[in-house]
């Protein structure tokens, strides 16, 4: 009897050590928190993240949009404006530096039409040209354009500044 009273009593202590081996409910639950808390911190740092993984891109749109707009209304000639007033026009009928004053659209669109190009539809353009107050580097005001070309999407702004002077008047 007494070697079945030692392998009872030894059961009884493993089933208690194996009960002791376990966590404890509190102990359960501050783990709980803490995981959570951990990820709660990188899945916030992750959101910022891919956040601004775009934001190079829509940079890189905007910039490559002002550039071709600026470049397209330097090229035209010097003249007085034709009369296209504000708005969004198909561009075809522009015909000097001054037409282009006040243009603003939403939506990029070619030169030749009024549609705009489907991915870039989020975009917005503004061009203004403007005769400065006085004269600018030694040439009259009369000869001189400011030309501002301002590209937007959202809250984002991209703005390039140019000048034109009236170099072919003999």
């Not at 709660?40 to 949009?65: C, E, N």
């Not at 004053?101 to 705009?116: A, F, L, N, S």
């Not at 030694?138 to 070309?149: C, F, K, S, T, Y």
Request: net charge negative; charged share 30%; aromatic share 6%.
């Amino acid at each position: 009897m007494c070697n079945e009273d030692r392998r009872d009593a030894r059961e009884a202590r493993e089933v208690r050590e194996a009960r002791r081996g376990g966590f404890t409910l509190p102990e359960l639950v501050m783990a709980i928190v803490i995981v959570a808390v951990g990820l709660a911190g990188v899945l916030a740092a992750f959101r910022t993240v891919v956040k601004g993984s775009a934001d190079p891109l829509i940079h890189k749109q905007m910039l490559t949009i002002a550039e071709e707009m600026m470049e397209e209304v330097s090229l035209k000639p010097w003249g007085a404006s034709g009369g296209h007033g504000t708005g969004c026009p198909a561009r075809t009928d522009f015909d000097s530096l001054d037409d282009y004053d006040g243009y603003e659209c939403m939506g990029i669109r070619p030169i030749d039409d009024t549609m705009p190009i489907a991915f870039l539809g989020d975009y917005s353009v503004k061009v203004t040209v403007a005769r400065p107050e006085s004269a600018w580097n030694g040439i009259p005001a009369d000869d001189v354009r400011r030309v501002e070309v301002k590209v937007m999407n959202g809250d984002r702004v991209m703005q390039l500044v140019g000048w034109r002077a009236n170099w072919a008047k003999g």
